[in-house]
């Protein structure tokens, strides 16, 4: 019988892409999301990428009733990927109490129900974010968690203390807590992408409506760090090798081969590239010349930051290994579906 997975925030970004390299090794997939940021209409795209319809239930996941129901409907679920929270760290900054309500709620809702239905273990989507600027890059899991830049931040990282928490207090179950470094692509059939909401605040987005000319020019965020050509330098990952680093957290949890109850990974290419090498690389993979000029900094950019990403490479036998063109390619062709479509 097939393995049943939960996956909140399963037809978002990052959990789209996941649910199909989850139904591609074989998984029974079953997606909770409450559509505030997605739309239906991606478990129609899921199942024409992957040739399996997920189950879909739209239910909140601060809706402890309606996420039990969901537990007692599908019985049997083994572990769950929890994606769904709410991202935009400018948004979080304005509305600090939504963003602690909804991402720290969700969280608790599922530890509490976990050990109810027997279900062991939960992937946790963290983020780079928890190491603010690094004092030593590329930045380990070993580092130091600085004191967060927003309320979206501080969630990721409460989050992932409540989860240790409750594994220390006897729970009987097991957690990886995933820090994802800068996804970005979208899968290479055009099927699944990033629908960002108004203004794109990632440099992706804003890079490709820029291109199809949504937007006039791209404003680059400083050139005066202290940084090669002086623009901010992140680690960027493609959404695939993104999407399989959690097929492989999750089987790592049900052959039981975790050598800790919760076990932290950085999932990153180990590269880093500044904003004008990612435009540069961008402009060579589509042939596509961009508009941008230089602006003044963000308020709250790290400088720079990388990942190591040894210990996932070599315990979860992992890596990211799509090169950065085919990346930035697979962005461009998604946006070029979504005008195909008029959605954007
Ligand atoms: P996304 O907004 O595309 O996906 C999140 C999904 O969760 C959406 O479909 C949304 O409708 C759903 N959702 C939100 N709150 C919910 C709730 N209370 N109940 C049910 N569904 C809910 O975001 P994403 O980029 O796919 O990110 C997924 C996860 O990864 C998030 O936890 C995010 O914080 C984390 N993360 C994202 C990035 C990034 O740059 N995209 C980086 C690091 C970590
Ligand atoms: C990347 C670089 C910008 C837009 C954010 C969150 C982080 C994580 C991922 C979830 C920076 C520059 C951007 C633009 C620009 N999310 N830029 N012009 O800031 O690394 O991370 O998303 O956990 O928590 O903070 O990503 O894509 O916004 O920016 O020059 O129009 O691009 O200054 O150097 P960031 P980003």
């Given amino acids: 019988m097939k393995e049943k997975i939960l996956v909140t925030g399963g037809t978002g970004y990052i959990g789209s892409h996941t649910v199909v390299e989850l139904q591609n090794a074989g998984y029974d997939v079953v997606i909770v999301d409450n559509l505030s940021n997605s739309s239906a209409d991606v478990v129609d795209n899921i199942e024409a990428v992957s040739g399996i319809r997920p189950a ?3 239910i909140d996941c601060l809706d402890y009733a309606g ?7 599908y019985q049997g679920i083994k572990a769950i990927i929890h994606f769904a929270a709410s991202k935009a760290v400018g948004e979080s900054v304005q509305k600090p109490l939504l963003y602690y309500r909804n991402n720290i709620g969700s969280l608790i809702n599922l530890l509490e129900l976990m050990p109810k239905y027997g279900v062991e273990g939960i992937v946790f989507s963290s983020s780079c974010t928890v ?4 004092d030593v890059l590329p930045v380990t899991e070993k580092a130091p968690i600085k004191k967060a830049e927003s309320p979206y931040g501080n969630t990721k990282q409460i989050n992932e203390e409540i989860i240790q928490d409750t ?5 009987p179950i097991s957690a990886i807590l995933l820090r994802y470094f800068n996804p970005i692509g979208a899968h290479p059939t055009a099927l699944l992408g990033e629908l960002p909401n108004g203004v794109p605040q990632n440099l992706v ?12 020019k791209l404003s680059i965020f400083g050139n005066d760090y202290n940084t090669p050509d002086g623009t901010c330098i992140r680690d960027y990952i493609n959404v695939v090798d993104l999407a399989k680093a959690h097929v492989v957290a999750i089987a790592r949890i049900l052959e039981k081969k ?13 590269r880093g590239l500044s904003v004008l090498e990612l435009v540069q690389a961008f402009e060579k993979s589509t042939g596509v010349k961009l508009n941008y000029q230089i602006a003044p900094r963000r308020a709250g950019d790290i400088e720079k930051v990388w990942a190591d990403p040894s210990l996932a490479n070599n315990e979860l036998g992992w890596k990211a290994d799509t090169p950065i063109e085919d990346t930035l390619l697979s962005a461009w062709k998604w946006q070029l579906h979504l005008r195909e479509k008029g959605i954007q």
């Fill in 131 to 134: 190491y603010g600027q690094p």
């Fill in 258 to 270: 975790q050598k800790a109850k919760v076990e932290v990974f950085n999932i990153g290419t180990g």
């Fill in 205 to 216: 987005p804003y890079i490709v409506q820029t291109a199809i000319g949504i937007r006039e």
């Fill in 56 to 58: 879909f239930e739209k």
């Fill in 167 to 171: 594994v220390a207090s006897g729970s």
């Fill in 67 to 73: 996420l039990e129901g969901v537990f007692a409907k």
